[in-house]
């Protein structure tokens, strides 16, 4: 494999387009090679980068409490530990992934064989995000590097920290005419989804999805679009409320709410309402302390103008709602405490727009269906919790309503299993990501038949004359 030293792209270089192109036009010639089609090549790659990440864990630490403010146990938790998980288990399931798949052959075909044959796509491009962007860079590089392909990683800039750190570490781990770093603005990646790529992968908000959907169509290029949505959270009236209040407090207030599957809003079952507010209040407190801004478990908005937006929405809310607990914010800092608010209009900008952050309005139900028509009345969310003790309520939820992904008793925590395929539907997303699915999502899965030259019926040649009456039967 040709060693080179990763060069960094100026975003304000006139030339970056060219730039882009000749990384590409490398990529494309290492990929013709058929190196990466090796398991053993691909084994070595994915082991290389597990001793990388492990080596540099300070480092991501470090860089995640400059961009986040993440504390290392949530950093490891949400960031190191996944993608440390995501290698290791491609590293075990590899062969029984890239396995061809027999298929069986009906009788009139016959003799004959076909299989479904893995094959890497070719050069692909990651656009990562700025809420966990060290893991929402290398979860999806994992899947690719396994499915034989190589990548170009574009990584926020609004985290620059850790876009600097994975740069630094993807040129440390790869030759550049593999697998390549480039950092940049939005001017960045308009010159790269320029480019022909065998496939996109992006994470973000559904309004830069579509620009990136749009830009793939010039070319054809598939995309995998991981977006968001409001993502409710339904509490019955047969919920265990002390464990609710726990796990909903911790959906919502890791990584500060800036997470594209926490709760959004609360539906709640208007006879446990008050008991339920009282433990969340309570929880808040158990979590952080009297005064959430000065625990070390508790992060920081990304940047001024994600900061701005969210204070706006708080005060709207704060000015048009009933306040349970929270309310109080640092600009300087960029501390936000969390804030959960009831009898929100549903015209207020909190209960219209994604929140993506630690804003948590309450909206009340006294029947279950009212809560799954209130659910089906907006579009498709990435994920739907229902805290219920009920089995009938937890199917009637699973089977009449639809979203990328549904827990019972539960957030946020089916992200981290390899073995569940990740993603959203309608605006919420499209395509998949995690284990087997990611490694699905950056393979085409070609058909293969073989026949042999043994037996040549001549049913199917002309003329046909009298044959359709025998072929309707056969067929």
């Given at each position: 494999?040709?060693?080179?030293?990763?060069?960094?792209?100026?975003?304000?270089?006139?030339?970056?387009?060219?730039?882009?192109?000749?990384?590409?036009?490398?990529?494309?010639?290492?990929?013709?090679?058929?190196?990466?089609?090796?398991?053993?090549?691909?084994?070595?790659?994915?082991?290389?980068?597990?001793?990388?990440?492990?080596?540099?864990?300070?480092?991501?630490?470090?860089?995640?409490?400059?961009?986040?403010?993440?504390?290392?146990?949530?950093?490891?938790?949400?960031?190191?530990?996944?993608?440390?998980?995501?290698?290791?288990?491609?590293?075990?399931?590899?062969?029984?992934?890239?396995?061809?798949?027999?298929?069986?052959?009906?009788?009139?075909?016959?003799?004959?064989?076909?299989?479904?044959?893995?094959?890497?796509?070719?050069?692909?491009?990651?656009?990562?995000?700025?809420?966990?962007?060290?893991?929402?860079?290398?979860?999806?590089?994992?899947?690719?590097?396994?499915?034989?392909?190589?990548?170009?990683?574009?990584?926020?800039?609004?985290?620059?920290?850790?876009?600097?750190?994975?740069?630094?570490?993807?040129?440390?781990?790869?030759?550049?005419?593999?697998?390549?770093?480039?950092?940049?603005?939005?001017?960045?990646?308009?010159?790269?989804?320029?480019?022909?790529?065998?496939?996109?992968?992006?994470?973000?908000?559904?309004?830069?999805?579509?620009?990136?959907?749009?830009?793939?169509?010039?070319?054809?290029?598939?995309?995998?679009?991981?977006?968001?949505?409001?993502?409710?959270?339904?509490?019955?009236?047969?919920?265990?409320?002390?464990?609710?209040?726990?796990?909903?407090?911790?959906?919502?207030?890791?990584?500060?709410?800036?997470?594209?599957?926490?709760?959004?809003?609360?539906?709640?079952?208007?006879?446990?309402?008050?008991?339920?507010?009282?433990?969340?209040?309570?929880?808040?407190?158990?979590?952080?302390?009297?005064?959430?801004?000065?625990?070390?478990?508790?992060?920081?908005?990304?940047?001024?103008?994600?900061?701005?937006?969210?204070?706006?929405?708080?005060?709207?809310?704060?000015?048009?709602?009933?306040?349970?607990?929270?309310?109080?914010?640092?600009?300087?800092?960029?501390?936000?405490?969390?804030?959960?608010?009831?009898?929100?209009?549903?015209?207020?900008?909190?209960?219209?727009?994604?929140?993506?952050?630690?804003?948590?309005?309450?909206?009340?139900?006294?029947?279950?269906?009212?809560?799954?028509?209130?659910?089906?009345q907006r579009p498709k969310p990435l994920a739907i919790y229902l805290f219920s003790t009920n089995r009938k309520e937890q199917k009637v939820v699973q089977t009449q309503t639809s979203s990328g992904g549904l827990?019972?008793?539960?957030?946020?925590?089916?992200?981290?299993?390899?073995?569940?395929?990740?993603?959203?539907?309608?605006?919420?997303?499209?395509?998949?990501?995690?284990?087997?699915?990611?490694?699905?999502?950056?393979?085409?899965?070609?058909?293969?038949?073989?026949?042999?030259?043994?037996?040549?019926?001549?049913?199917?040649?002309?003329?046909?004359?009298?044959?359709?009456?025998?072929?309707?039967?056969?067929?």
């Open positions: 494999m040709t060693s080179k030293s990763n060069r960094p792209l100026d975003v304000f270089d006139p030339q970056i387009q060219t730039q882009v192109q000749d990384s590409l036009q490398r990529q494309r010639a290492f990929f013709a090679t058929g190196e990466t089609r090796s398991l053993p090549f691909r084994r070595t790659q994915l082991q290389h980068l597990k001793e990388n990440i492990t080596a540099a864990t300070e480092d991501i630490y470090a860089a995640l409490a400059a961009d986040l403010g993440k504390c290392k146990t949530e950093a490891y938790l949400s960031e190191v530990a996944l993608a440390l998980g995501d290698i290791d288990d491609a590293l075990k399931h590899l062969s029984s992934w890239s396995k061809p798949q027999r298929v069986g052959i009906p009788l009139p075909f016959q003799p004959a064989k076909g299989k479904v044959v893995p094959e890497p796509l070719g050069v692909v491009l990651i656009i990562s995000p700025w809420n966990y962007p060290f893991h929402l860079a290398i979860g999806p590089l994992v899947s690719a590097i396994a499915a034989g392909n190589c990548a170009i990683v574009k990584p926020s800039e609004i985290a620059p920290y850790t876009s600097k750190l994975l740069y630094q570490l993807i040129g440390r781990t790869f030759a550049d005419d593999y697998v390549m770093a480039i950092e940049g603005d939005a001017e960045t990646a308009k010159a790269l989804l320029a480019e022909p790529f065998d496939h996109i992968f992006f994470t973000g908000s559904s309004t830069v999805g579509k620009l990136v959907m749009r830009a793939a169509a010039e070319h054809l290029t598939p995309v995998t679009l991981e977006l968001g949505g409001k993502s409710p959270c339904v509490v019955s009236a047969s919920a265990n409320l002390e464990v609710a209040a726990r796990r909903i407090i911790w959906g919502k207030t890791f990584n500060a709410g800036q997470t594209c599957v926490a709760p959004d809003y609360l539906l709640v079952h208007r006879s446990i309402k008050a008991p339920l507010m009282a433990a969340i209040a309570q929880t808040i407190q158990a979590f952080f302390g009297e005064d959430m801004v000065k625990s070390p478990d508790y992060g920081r908005i990304v940047s001024d103008r994600h900061f701005q937006r969210l204070q706006s929405i708080m005060e709207e809310a704060l000015s048009s709602g009933k306040k349970i607990v929270g309310g109080r914010c640092d600009a300087e800092t960029r501390y936000m405490e969390l804030t959960v608010v009831d009898d929100m209009p549903m015209t207020a900008t909190v209960m219209q727009e994604e929140i993506f952050g630690p804003i948590l309005p309450v909206v009340s139900f006294d029947e279950i269906s009212e809560a799954i028509a209130f659910i089906n827990c019972f008793n539960e957030t946020i925590t089916q992200y981290a299993i390899p073995g569940l395929p990740f993603g959203g539907v309608g605006t919420s997303g499209m395509g998949k990501a995690h284990g087997k699915a990611g490694f699905e999502t950056f393979s085409h899965r070609k058909t293969v038949m073989g026949k042999s030259n043994w037996l040549d019926l001549p049913l199917r040649y002309p003329p046909y004359k009298n044959k359709l009456g025998f072929l309707e039967k056969l067929l």
